[in-house]
């Protein structure tokens, strides 16, 4: 018999969140590879396969030892000079160690490490079999997945996120014994609920796959996947089907056998703006909608049955009287918004509580409209415009439309804005959906710059009012997406280029909070008293946390484009105002850590910034030339004095590349200097005035970033 062989478990239920499926099918392989690894059972987890659908949790492991490995344990206990006294008789201490393991005295071991030699117990057991360890592994895999709200079913005890009705275990094409939610392991699966009700036997781990797919069951996800991608390309709708990752995601984790059926609906629904449309056949239905070649939605659809019918017109028929119901209200729902102009809806914004402290949703339209005039003047955008569209990018909530379908939020708004006898301007119009943007992960910022302008102020007044109120994120709890507003804010100055001073905008969003939000965010004293308000002071501790914040959101914005934190870093420490700015400097110092030079340099910053922050002499306001000691040190203040001189027109140019690139041609006289004398020489006078070249030297690196930070320093 061969020392290893493959491991299947599966594990069949009712059917699963589609959602969640993914992150438990994920979780539980994970925890069944983790469980053999920390066990020390050998296994190519490496090339542990997923097999999950919407009625099972599976995971197949290649070349799973039958044995676990002999069991190593060794428990330390006292040094020597507490485990025996002075005349080197075993102490309390000691005797009490060897009786709770279980030894004499004499079998005692011994082991050192930095701290002097100590007691040990050392043993050792045969493995186990595998298989009777497999259950524990299988128990406590169930009991790691994430389950937020897990359910009970008949009169048990135990929960799980859906009913369980079977469970296969084996190893090679043996059965393992496991008894999970009252079920017994065995080797029978269960395939297509409708094309085989029956069981499956399957004869060994490898052939699962196999056995479910002769069932008409795709356990493999990324099989399934591929065959719901071919089946909507098959799919005769005489135009383009647009099948969205997140889409096609959720329609394999609601079928085993995908088929896609062609549909149609009315023309007449095609009046409605498509994006409704498209929201409604995706999100409600989850149907592939078609366009034609210009990118417009044309009649037809694509509903995916999990079933292999002998009468695709029936099911056809069945998708197509589903979808009309939602179009006619869509199109009803248009219909009576557009029978007043979206401006309309302002006075209703009044009576909406936008959050007790921080007033109406109107009081918030006035905050952010003053944020985008601000905004506008500074990068010469119109800020008629900009406070327009602020003064309507809410507006659309109260619609019917967005009533119905909150994720057209924006998109109605610009479909309002552009319609009716009195159109509002192209670039407001564009603003009241690009707003929102970038809306997910991966996804554009507003490409007009009303559009940015007001995305900017927008999450400007969230921050700042959300923060003031207390709200702020706590752990992994953001009920208000803040982290996802501060680093769409980020992105847009960045990406957009609105070399903006940051500071400055927070200080104008938290000046335009009323002193009740300030207040509501105080903690109470130990009297219960509301601690007294400090409107000012409290201002810039929010206006402080704030930046912090949203540069916290930036550094995993730079990680994924590849930027170290060390660099980071490096800019973060001088706290640049733009963020623009901020991206210059940091790309300046990526470029900056690849000279040779860097290193060297990077640990002279780091004892200068030690040797000034240590000192106790200050250092000299001005440099005596008279106390400069020949040969090195004249040689480093000419070079400073030059290299002064030379870097005027860069930072006046802003170009912090060629500001460090210079600065790197420091590194030989600065050396030399460190090699020549001593900065805190015992003369007053001498230290005062070599501790004004370190100042000085230190002065024109931070005019970049703090390079002290950087490897190697």
């Known amino acids: 018999m061969p020392d290893t062989a493959p491991l299947l478990i599966e594990l069949g239920t009712e059917e699963l969140p589609p959602k969640a499926l993914d992150e438990l099918a994920a979780a539980f392989a994970a925890g069944i590879v983790g469980g053999l690894a920390k066990r020390g059972i050998g296994a190519d987890g490496a090339?542990?396969?997923?097999?999950?659908?919407?009625?099972?949790?599976?995971?197949?492991?290649?070349?799973?030892?039958?044995?676990?490995?002999?069991?190593?344990?060794?428990?330390?206990?006292?040094?020597?000079?507490?485990?025996?006294?002075?005349?080197?008789?075993?102490?309390?201490?000691?005797?009490?160690?060897?009786?709770?393991?279980?030894?004499?005295?004499?079998?005692?071991?011994?082991?050192?490490?930095?701290?002097?030699?100590r007691f040990v117990v050392r043993s050792e057991k045969p493995g186990q079999a595998s298989t009777a360890l497999v259950p524990e592994i299988v128990a406590e895999a169930v009991k790691a997945l994430p389950i937020?709200?897990?359910?009970?079913?008949?009169?048990?005890?135990?929960?799980?996120?859906?009913?369980?009705?079977?469970?296969?275990?084996?190893?090679?094409?043996?059965?393992?014994?496991?008894?999970?939610?009252?079920?017994?392991?065995?080797r029978q699966s269960r395939g297509h609920r409708f094309h085989h009700p029956q069981p499956v036997h399957?004869?060994?781990?490898?052939?699962?796959?196999?056995?479910?797919?002769?069932a008409h069951v795709l356990a493999d996800p990324a099989e399934r996947r591929a065959r719901i991608r071919a089946e909507v390309a098959a799919a005769r709708t005489g135009g383009v089907p647009h099948l969205s990752d997140a889409l096609l995601d959720e329609i394999a984790?609601?079928?085993?056998?995908?088929?896609?059926?062609?549909?149609?609906?009315?023309?007449?629904?095609?009046?409605?703006?498509?994006?409704?449309?498209?929201?409604?056949?995706?999100a409600n239905q989850k149907f592939v909608p078609v366009f034609d070649g210009a990118g417009r939605l044309v009649e037809h659809f694509i509903g995916l049955a999990n079933i292999e019918s002998k009468d695709q017109a029936e099911i056809r028929k069945g998708y197509e009287r589903v979808i009309r119901p939602r179009f006619a209200?869509?199109?009803?729902?248009?219909?009576?918004?557009?029978?007043?102009?979206?401006?309309?809806?302002?006075?209703?914004?009044?009576?909406?509580?936008?959050?007790?402290?921080?007033?109406?949703?109107?009081?918030k339209c006035v905050r952010v409209a003053e944020l985008a005039r601000v905004i506008a003047g500074r990068i010469g955008a119109d800020a008629g415009l900009a406070t327009r569209a602020a003064a309507l990018s809410k507006c659309d909530l109260m619609s019917r439309m967005v009533g119905e379908f909150p994720e057209l939020q924006g998109v109605m708004g610009r479909c309002y804005a552009s319609q009716g006898d009195k159109p509002e301007a192209a670039e407001v119009a564009a603003a009241l959906d690009e707003f929102y943007r970038p809306r997910f992960a991966g996804d554009a910022i507003a490409?007009?710059?009303?559009?940015q302008v007001l995305a900017v102020a927008e999450r400007l007044d969230t921050l700042a009012g959300i923060f003031a109120v207390g709200l702020k994120p706590s752990g992994n709890k953001d009920p208000f997406a803040l982290r996802r507003a501060a680093l769409g804010l980020a992105r847009t100055f960045v990406e957009g280029g609105?070399?903006?001073?940051?500071?400055?905008?927070l200080a104008e969003a938290l000046a335009l909070l009323p002193e009740a939000a300030l207040a509501a965010g105080l903690g109470k004293g130990k009297d219960g008293k509301a601690a007294p308000l400090d409107a000012g002071a409290r201002r810039q501790a929010l206006a402080d946390e704030l930046?912090?914040?949203?540069?916290?959101?930036?550094?995993?914005?730079?990680?994924?484009?590849?930027?170290?934190?060390?660099?980071?870093?490096?800019?973060?420490?001088?706290?640049?105002?733009?963020?623009?700015?901020?991206?210059?400097?940091?790309?300046?110092v990526a470029d900056f850590a690849r000279l040779p030079e860097a290193q060297a340099l990077a640990a002279a910053n780091k004892r200068i910034g030690n040797l000034l922050r240590q000192a106790s002499t200050k250092p000299a306001s001005l440099l005596d030339a008279s106390l400069l000691e020949a040969g090195a040190e004249h040689a480093l203040v000419q070079a400073i004095e030059r290299t002064e001189h030379e870097l005027a027109p860069l930072v006046a140019a802003i170009d912090h590349v060629g500001v460090l690139r210079r600065l790197a041609a420091l590194r030989e006289p600065v050396d030399a200097w460190f090699d020549a004398v001593m900065v805190m020489a015992e003369d007053a006078a001498v230290r005062a005035n070599r501790l004004a070249i370190l100042a000085r030297l230190r002065a024109m690196f931070l005019r970049v970033a703090d390079i002290s930070l950087l490897s190697g320093a």
């Open 47 to 117: 090339n542990a396969r997923i097999g999950c659908s919407p009625r099972r949790l599976a995971v197949h492991v290649p070349a799973v030892a039958r044995m676990q490995p002999t069991q190593k344990s060794e428990v330390l206990g006292p040094y020597l000079n507490i485990g025996l006294d002075a005349n080197g008789a075993p102490t309390p201490a000691l005797i009490g160690f060897a009786a709770k393991n279980g030894v004499a005295i004499e079998q005692l071991q011994r082991s050192s490490d930095a701290k002097g030699e």
């Open 148 to 186: 937020p709200k897990p359910m009970r079913w008949g009169d048990h005890e135990f929960a799980f996120v859906r009913p369980a009705h079977w469970l296969v275990a084996l190893h090679g094409s043996e059965v393992i014994d496991i008894e999970l939610f009252g079920l017994r392991s065995g």
């Open 202 to 214: 399957v004869a060994d781990a490898d052939a699962w796959f196999d056995a479910l797919r002769g």
């Open 253 to 282: 984790n609601l079928t085993e056998w995908p088929v896609a059926i062609a549909c149609t609906f009315e023309r007449a629904f095609l009046d409605v703006p498509q994006e409704a449309l498209v929201t409604t056949m995706e």
């Open 329 to 363: 209200d869509a199109k009803f729902f248009y219909d009576e918004d557009r029978k007043q102009p979206l401006a309309a809806w302002q006075d209703a914004l009044k009576s909406v509580t936008y959050q007790q402290s921080l007033g109406s949703v109107w009081d």
């Open 447 to 451: 490409d007009g710059k009303i559009g």
């Open 498 to 505: 609105l070399d903006l001073d940051l500071h400055a905008l």
């Open 547 to 588: 930046y912090a914040f949203i540069l916290d959101r930036l550094r995993g914005y730079y990680g994924d484009q590849g930027f170290g934190g060390e660099t980071f870093e490096a800019v973060r420490a001088l706290s640049p105002g733009s963020l623009v700015d901020f991206d210059r400097r940091l790309r300046a």
